[in-house]
C-alpha cells in the first residue's frame, strides 16, 4: 500500500520519472524518432515492420523490446524482495542505469544504432526499479498507467469513495517529473544532441549518492 511507503519515496518517484521523460523525449527527437522509455510503441511498429516485410527494421525494433525485457530481468536478479526498504541496492541499480546511458551516448555521437539497446535496457531496468512494491504500483517510464490510476480514483471519489490523497499526490509528482524531463531533454538536445544524454545519467549518479548517503544517516540515527 502507498501508505506503507517511506517519505521519500514522491521524490524518488519524481526523480526518475524526470530521467525517464528526458531519456524519451531524446529518443524521439534523435534516435530516428524512436520512443525508448516504453514498449507500447515500438511494439506497434515491430508489428508494423512484419506486415511491411522490412527485415531491418523488425530486427531493430526486436532489439529494442529484447533490450528493455533484459534490463528489466537483471532489475529483477539484483532487487530480490516485494518490499521497498533500506539497504537493497538501488543505488547500484542506478549506476548501472548511468553507464547504460553513458555507453549510449556514446555508441549513438558515434552512429551506432546500438545505442539504442543501451537506452531502452536503461529504462527497463529503470520501471523495474520502482514497479511494484508493498502492494503499489509505481511506473515512473512511462504514464499510461499512472493516468488510468488517477482517472480511476476520480471516478471513485466522484461516485462517493474516499480519495487517497498521498496516492493521487504521488501520481500527480510522476506525471509532472516526466513532462518536465521530456521539456528538459527536448531543449537539450537542441543544443547539445546526443551530449544531452549527460543530464539522466548525471542524475541516476546523483540519486544513488543521495540513496547511500540517507543509508548511512538512518543507519547512524539507530
Not at 511506473?139 to 462517493?160: K, P, Q, S
Amino acid at each position: 500500500m502507498i501508505t506503507k511507503l517511506p517519505r521519500w519515496i514522491e521524490f524518488g518517484a519524481f526523480a526518475l520519472a524526470f530521467i525517464a521523460g528526458c531519456i524519451n523525449s531524446i529518443g524521439l527527437l534523435g534516435f530516428e524518432h524512436q520512443a525508448v522509455s516504453h514498449v507500447s510503441g515500438t511494439a506497434t511498429l515491430l508489428g508494423a515492420g512484419l506486415v511491411f516485410a522490412d527485415q531491418g527494421v523488425v530486427w531493430h525494433l526486436a532489439g529494442v523490446v529484447l533490450s528493455f525485457f533484459v534490463g528489466a530481468c537483471f532489475s529483477g536478479w539484483l532487487l530480490h524482495g516485494a518490499s521497498l526498504r533500506l539497504g537493497r541496492h538501488y543505488d547500484t541499480a542506478l549506476v548501472i542505469e548511468a553507464l547504460l546511458l553513458f555507453a549510449a551516448l556514446l555508441l549513438l555521437s558515434n552512429a551506432s544504432s546500438v545505442g539504442h539497446f543501451a537506452a531502452s535496457a536503461a529504462c527497463g531496468l529503470q520501471n523495474a526499479l520502482a514497479t511494484a512494491y508493498s502492494g503499489a504500483v509505481v511506473r515512473t517510464t512511462h504514464l499510461t498507467g499512472i493516468v488510468t490510476d488517477l482517472g480511476i480514483m476520480l471516478g471513485a471519489f466522484l461516485r462517493g469513495e474516499s480519495f487517497d490523497r498521498r496516492k493521487g499526490i504521488l501520481f500527480a509528482l510522476i506525471l509532472m517529473g516526466f513532462v518536465c524531463g521530456a521539456a528538459s531533454g527536448t531543449w537539450l538536445f537542441g543544443k547539445l544532441e546526443f551530449n544531452s544524454l549527460w543530464l539522466p545519467a548525471i542524475a541516476c549518479l546523483l540519486l544513488a549518492v543521495m540513496y547511500r548517503i540517507h543509508i548511512k544517516r538512518a543507519q547512524r540515527s539507530r
